[in-house]
């Protein structure tokens, strides 16, 4: 629970300082125009840089963090669905399915898992304590 809480922290870390700092190159490669999405992608870019700080966060008080991972959770599904819908829509290129799916689709089974395990960690502090 705790590497894969780091290695996702750490990736969204640098992707996210990647869509801030170095966007132009990314439009280039997928082929969009530079000047009309710069600060809406430099915006998301720092949104995933605070998960990445989150997704550290949660991994070291992974109960006290909980609704970040839930955020993530979310994050990452919806994520997903946006990204392939653009691929469906014709307007991203079909190579994109798989960084959608490196980037996104990848942790939403394993970050389930481990809410659940968060649960049972809480409910297990719970009743130790007598409530």
């Known amino acids: 629970m705790t590497r894969l ?3 996702a922290g750490t990736f969204n ?18 082929g969009v125009p530079q000047d009309q999405l710069g600060l809406p992608v430099q915006m998301m870019g720092f949104f995933v840089i605070l998960f990445g700080a989150g ?5 070291s008080h992974p109960i006290e ?15 997903t669905m946006l990204g392939l819908g653009y691929v469906a829509l014709g307007q991203l290129p079909w190579w994109f399915v798989p ?9 939403v089974p394993p970050f389930l898992v481990i809410l659940r395990r ?4 809480a409910d ?7 409530r």
């Open 55 to 59: 997704y550290h966060w949660t991994a």
């Open 13 to 30: 870390l640098l992707a996210g300082t990647c869509m801030v700092c170095l966007y132009r190159p990314g439009f280039d490669l997928l």
């Open 118 to 121: 968060i649960d049972q960690a």
């Open 5 to 7: 809480l780091r290695f």
């Open 124 to 130: 297990e502090a719970r009743r130790a304590a007598g």
């Open 65 to 79: 963090n909980k609704n970040v991972l839930v955020l993530g959770c979310w994050s990452k599904t919806l994520g």
């Open 99 to 107: 960084v959608v799916l490196a980037a996104d689709a990848v942790y």
